[in-house]
């Protein structure tokens, strides 16, 4: 896998997913990191999560990687190259009673492999992807499936927040939110992530 530079993720970005959490819908991006160590790349493998620190949940995302440095006036098909599928697992417990006390969602968000993508495919338009579902598929049943015309912040409002708090360039990657059907991951779970109707990637699932 090439070298990705900086993880960044998008919370609470589809308001049925901020709903279902009981979180409110927020009116600016909500963003947060993941360290590259929590990368994994897809390949049909077995990806070990951490099963002694509470409910392990998935979030499938569309994730765009960044082919440049921001500029004002930059078009979304000159700023992404490509984009992949991934799974933003989080710790829901640690999660939750790191947000009881006001604390970063580091230890929730950033453990080994708790960043998985598929294989990137090139970019193709943001007409196509407003055209196109993404989902989730757990055991052969769909869990999730969003678009993200239903993002409350599109494409180009993330880039440009993202730049403005923290700088961006060729190689970063984003991932832009998550739709509602989060859930608990059980051990043995076998994961699919498709676009449209096509298998991009695939996984399972085994607690360490």
Not at 103 to 129: D, E, M, N, Y
Not at 189 to 204: K, N, P
Request: proline content about 5%.
């Amino acid at each position: 896998m090439e070298t990705i530079r900086n993880i960044f993720c998008v919370g609470r970005n589809y308001r049925l997913h901020a709903e279902e959490l009981g979180n409110a819908v927020p009116t600016v991006p909500m963003l947060f990191g993941k360290p590259t160590h929590s990368l994994t790349l897809t390949n049909g493998q077995t990806i070990e999560l951490p099963g002694n620190r509470g409910e392990v949940h998935y979030e499938a995302e569309l994730v765009i990687h960044i082919a440049r440095p921001f500029s004002e006036g930059a078009s979304l098909e000159e700023m992404i190259d490509k984009i992949a599928l991934g799974i933003d697992f989080t710790l829901r417990d640690v999660q939750s009673e790191l947000k009881k006390n006001s604390h970063p969602w580091l230890l929730a968000k950033g453990f080994r492999h708790s960043a998985v993508i598929t294989p990137f495919q090139p970019f193709p338009g943001l007409a196509v992807c407003e055209q196109t579902d993404f989902s989730l598929n757990i055991n052969g049943e769909q869990a999730q499936r969003g678009n993200i015309r239903n993002m409350i912040f599109d494409l180009m409002t993330i880039i440009r927040y993202t730049h403005e708090h923290f700088g961006l360039g060729a190689g970063d990657i984003i991932f832009t939110g998550t739709p509602e059907g989060v859930g608990p991951t059980k051990n043995g779970d076998h994961f699919s992530l498709l676009w449209g109707d096509q298998i991009w990637g695939e996984f399972t699932a085994t607690f360490s």
